[in-house]
């Protein structure tokens, strides 16, 4: 059932992109606002577990939901609401959506929208970066798949629709904490957000390693395998900054060789491209995985 139920959600949001705008959860702004005051006025020792707290709180409902419906009607309702919960917890935007944006506005321009675009998936200005914007978006794009999609995957495989749900909750909340952050004055401001972030980090571990090993699969193994060395090498200090690290390290070396022959005036598009190509491997690689565990149970 978590297959098929995984099947229909990714190509519900492959399909209905426009409609699923309306799951960015706005919603929930308030609720992540008043965490992070709440985390700011907490002593130190105690953040760590009222994060954990925060991030649970909103999944109690949903996995309420689920175990009340139970094996009702032949289990159709359940079906329905999982398959609905993972549809919401994908995103909070569509990355491929996104990516395809970014294609059109560097095709159609002005350079304006496609900075715009870039915005969109780094999360953040794309101006004023060392490697470039090309780089940036790339590297992101490895890294917004996992905090999107296997992510969610993995903890929806772990832990049903309430862990789905539980893995995109952190991820609004890092999200919204750091946003803030940025935008106060006090010294103490980012405090909530590194918590916050530790939290999402601690989530998004094993699921970065076996995306990564999916992107590797995906593109040029021998190349992302190699980078992954020299990722473990350079890791940064935070949790999620080394996932992340991991994550753009490995998806670009798994890309760089089919990059090679491109014209230097094409190279941007086609990286682009490329990184998502991946990512759809990916993707793949992770169903054909859940499919042959299935058959697997199945047949023991």
């Known amino acids: 059932m978590s297959l098929l139920i995984l099947i229909i959600a990714l190509l519900c949001e492959r399909t209905l992109t426009q409609l699923l705008r309306l799951r960015e959860p706005r919603w929930l702004d308030r609720y992540c606002d008043a965490v992070c005051r709440g985390l700011a006025a ?5 953040q760590p577990v009222l994060a954990a707290c925060a991030t649970l709180l909103p999944v109690l409902p949903v996995a309420l939901v689920v175990w009340r419906l139970g094996s009702w009607l032949q289990g159709l309702p359940q079906f329905a609401v999982a398959t609905f919960v993972l549809l919401c917890s994908f995103g909070p935007r569509d990355l491929k959506a996104e990516v395809d944006d970014y294609v059109d506005a560097l095709v159609n321009g002005p350079q304006s929208r496609a900075d715009q675009r870039a915005k969109e998936i780094l999360e953040s200005d794309a101006a004023g970066r060392s490697g470039g914007v090309r780089q940036a978006v790339e590297e992101a794009i490895f890294v917004q798949a996992n905090n999107r999609v296997f992510g969610v995957m993995f903890w929806f495989l772990l832990l049903g629709p309430a862990g789905a749900w539980m893995f995109r909750v952190s991820d609004m909340l890092r999200r919204r904490a750091a946003f803030e952050s940025l935008r106060a004055t ?22 970065a390693r076996l995306a990564a090993i999916s992107y590797a699969i995906g593109g040029s193994f021998e190349d992302a395998i190699g980078n992954w060395k020299d990722a473990a090498d350079r890791t940064g200090t935070a949790l999620l900054e080394r996932s992340e690290q991991l ?17 230097p005036a094409e190279l941007e598009l086609a990286t682009v491209r490329g990184a998502w190509r991946i990512v759809g491997r990916a993707i793949w690689v992770w169903l054909a995985v859940v499919a042959v565990l299935v058959l697997i149970g199945r047949l023991s």
């Open 186 to 207: 006090q010294s103490d401001a980012a405090m909530p957000a590194a918590v916050l972030a530790q939290l999402h980090g601690l989530l998004a571990w094993l699921p």
């Open 42 to 46: 907490a002593p130190v020792s105690a």
């Open 247 to 263: 994550l753009a390290r490995v998806g670009s070396a798994a890309l760089q060789p089919s990059l090679a022959a491109v014209m």
